[in-house]
């Protein structure tokens, strides 16, 4: 029987924008999402029976249709029923490394995975883009986690544009274990506290997304100057999750204290992120954080930027 084993990499968010309301109740976003080497593992086979089966190695994590690894192979299924009727179901085994319901979409590069692997072991042949389409049905990161690497994502967050890929560049990232930040609470927060400064029209809009291509983070991605990256970092959520999460100032300013070269929060958090000078300034980083913040609920990981989203790492 053929199975297939997967990497699939966080993302964290060098910078988020909220710029407009869409009418589909998400936001119209400007980001700029970059992989990072911290990854799950998903193994991918055949079932013996019709039946999706989601096993994981942390039992907080649900194995039904909440788990968006599910979803994504239940999807296969629908949009290609002559394959799943000759290959039957799926078994999914995610070995996760990850931090849950961190900002760090561990959820969409698990279902990424499942997309890829399903691929493959239908024989389906579909193409990046293809696969991209599937993935934004299911939430608005997982086509980035497809292909990975460093990307501007405009609309919802599936628009992509690659940038050139930044490698090796070290960061620390924290989370507190038993902390989480509904993304759809912070989205929501946003719109009613800010709401009234969003851009309206699709010009304004445009010409938004358009400065932030042009704009100072981006040519500091081309230069891969991690100075001026660290200096650029922007995430428009903070301005809710900080004021009602202690803990995410409190991991800022640890960061800040301990000399990275620039600190934010992930996506709708709470993990927030260190970038530093090298690996070794990394390991002391990490120490230092986890010296200022003794919390035996703190994790705390060494990590690198990376060029690459789902990768296959096994196949038999
Ligand atoms: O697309 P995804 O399921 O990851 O989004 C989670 C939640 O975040 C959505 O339900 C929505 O409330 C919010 N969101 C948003 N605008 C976006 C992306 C997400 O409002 N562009």
């Not at 490698?167 to 989205?187: E, F, M, P, Q």
């Amino acid at each position: 029987m053929r199975s297939y084993t997967l990497t699939a990499p966080a993302k964290i968010n060098l910078y988020l924008e909220i710029i407009g309301a869409r009418p589909d109740g998400y936001h119209e976003l400007v980001m700029i999402l970059q992989s990072i080497e911290l990854a799950d593992e998903i193994a991918i086979q055949a079932g013996s029976t019709d039946a999706i089966r989601v096993r994981c190695n942390q039992p907080e994590v649900p194995l039904d249709k909440s788990n968006l690894a599910y979803r994504a192979a239940e999807l296969m299924a629908v949009k290609f029923p002559g394959a799943y009727a000759k290959y039957g179901g799926v078994d999914i085994t995610i070995n996760k490394h990850i931090p849950v319901a961190a900002g760090l979409a561990g959820g969409s590069t698990n279902a990424a995975a499942v997309l890829v692997g399903v691929d493959l072991l239908w024989n389906l042949g579909l193409t990046r883009i293809e696969l991209e389409e599937l993935g934004a049905l299911l939430g608005s990161d997982v086509p980035f986690c497809i292909g990975g690497g460093t990307a501007i994502a405009t609309g919802r967050g599936e628009q992509l544009s690659s940038l050139a890929g930044l490698d090796n560049i070290y960061i620390v990232l924290a989370k507190h274990r038993n902390l989480a930040v509904s993304t759809a609470w912070a989205y929501k927060s946003y719109r009613e506290q800010f709401g009234d400064s969003y851009l309206q029209d699709t010009e304004s809009l445009a010409a938004r997304a358009a400065a932030v291509h042009s704009g100072p983070m981006v040519k500091a991605i081309i230069n891969t100057n991690a100075t001026e990256i660290a200096q650029k970092l922007h995430n428009d959520l903070e301005r809710v999750v900080l004021p009602t999460y202690p803990q995410v100032v409190q991991l800022r300013e640890a960061f800040a204290n301990a000399g990275v070269l620039g600190t934010m929060m992930s996506g709708s958090g709470p993990s927030v992120f260190g970038i530093c000078e090298s690996q070794q300034q990394a390991e002391q980083v990490k120490i230092r954080v986890g010296e200022m913040i003794p919390d035996r609920d703190l994790d705390l990981f060494v990590t690198r930027m990376i060029t690459h989203g789902i990768q296959i790492s096994a196949s038999v």
